[in-house]
């Protein structure tokens, strides 16, 4: 899952245009007017919201005991929302739901509030490559009738990490690819979660 994900970002980078050069001077007005690009708060004008959604693969690193049948994978969905300070710093915010999976002669599910600082390199008006950091607060519940497999409800913070890109479509629209991982709280001990994702992104501008 990891190697398909680095062409994908190869490939944003390789077919977005760089940064669009003005077809006409700018009157001396105009250069007195136009605003820095200074760090915004969320508060302030000019600050750059977006929101999304995006489908994708996750898989559970969850171990399968011995005669029992696992499924490690399935289909995730994220919902998420937040803003950039700057060209290259931004905060993020998203809802997670990771899916079902086979094990241990049960299963295991669950969902996860996320947030997370972005910092990236601009590429054109809307397209970008980013790398983000943060912490998700997850709810999984485990089921399973293998012997010594931990089970229950649990609650709690983890960490996350990841990558991802956006493809400018429009001044507004992009198309988004990420990889993420997160530590999840379980029964027992922590979980690790991946996600492949692919979705759509507004911009407010």
Not at 14 to 32: G, H, K, N, V
Not at 38 to 53: K, L, N, S
Not at 127 to 154: L, Q
Request: aromatic share 12%; charged share 20%; net charge neutral.
């Amino acid at each position: 899952m990891k190697l398909l994900f680095f062409p994908i970002l190869a490939g944003l980078a390789l077919t977005t245009p760089a940064f669009a050069q003005p077809t006409t001077q700018p009157t001396d007005s105009q250069l007195t007017t136009q605003p820095a690009d200074t760090t915004r708060m969320p508060w302030e004008r000019r600050f750059w919201g977006h929101a999304g959604i995006s489908f994708g693969q996750s898989k559970l690193d969850e171990g399968c005991p011995a005669g029992f049948e696992c499924d490690d994978k399935d289909q995730a969905f994220k919902l998420y929302a937040g803003g950039r300070f700057s060209n290259i710093f931004g905060l993020e915010v998203g809802l997670l739901n990771f899916g079902k999976f086979q094990g241990g002669g049960g299963e295991t599910d669950g969902w996860g509030a996320d947030l997370a600082l972005l910092a990236g390199i601009p590429i054109g008006a809307n397209s970008a490559i980013f790398g983000k950091a943060g912490v998700i607060y997850a709810r999984t519940e485990v089921s399973g009738t293998a012997p010594g497999f931990e089970t229950g409800k649990e609650r709690g913070f983890g960490g996350r990490w990841g990558v991802g890109g956006q493809l400018g479509l429009t001044k507004q629209w992009a198309l988004r690819a990420d990889f993420d991982r997160y530590r999840l709280a379980a029964p027992g001990d922590h979980r690790d979660l991946e996600t492949l994702m692919l979705g759509a992104q507004y911009t407010f501008r």
